[in-house]
């Protein structure tokens, strides 16, 4: 009477996703990429003083502002720093801006419920380099 032994279940291992690097289909797409990147790579600015002293220290290597800003001093303070310390910026809407960074409220479904104000964010560092972040680059030379 020999007992034959069941061998032991090995457990599958999930495959981790693999990240495909695709040519963005437009600019929109191509910058939300591009800031999700760099907020995982901590290296988004946000807020007029510390935009403001990171395009006059000109460590920063893009600047978005919306374009809809209530306040007209700010926007052109903005311009002017980025004009004069040589650095691109690029224009797009508050509420897109907000959501991208990741500055917005969700409910228990992943709706969101609120946008919180974001004028104007720089970036410092764009983390990996991605085709996002190539398409992005040439469309500012």
Do not use: W
């Not at 910058?31 to 600015?45: D, F, P, Q, S, T």
């Not at 600047?63 to 004009?83: G, H, P, V």
């Amino acid at each position: 009477m020999t007992e034959v032994a069941a061998a032991p279940a090995v457990p599958a291992v999930p495959t981790p996703a693999v990240f495909v690097d695709e040519r963005p289909a437009s600019t929109e797409d191509a910058l939300r990429i591009v800031i999700r990147k760099a907020v995982e790579a901590n290296g988004v600015v946000k807020g007029l003083s510390e935009v403001a002293r990171c395009l006059d220290r000109q460590t920063a290597h893009l600047c978005i502002l919306a374009s809809d800003c209530d306040d007209e001093n700010y926007t052109k303070l903005i311009q002017a720093l980025c004009r004069v310390n040589n650095i691109d910026i690029v224009m797009m809407e508050k509420q897109k801006l907000a959501e991208y960074v990741g500055l917005v409220k969700k409910d228990a479904e992943g709706n969101i419920k609120k946008y919180f104000k974001c004028s104007c964010i720089a970036i410092r560092e764009f983390g990996e380099r991605t085709k996002a972040l190539d398409m992005l680059l040439e469309q500012l030379q």
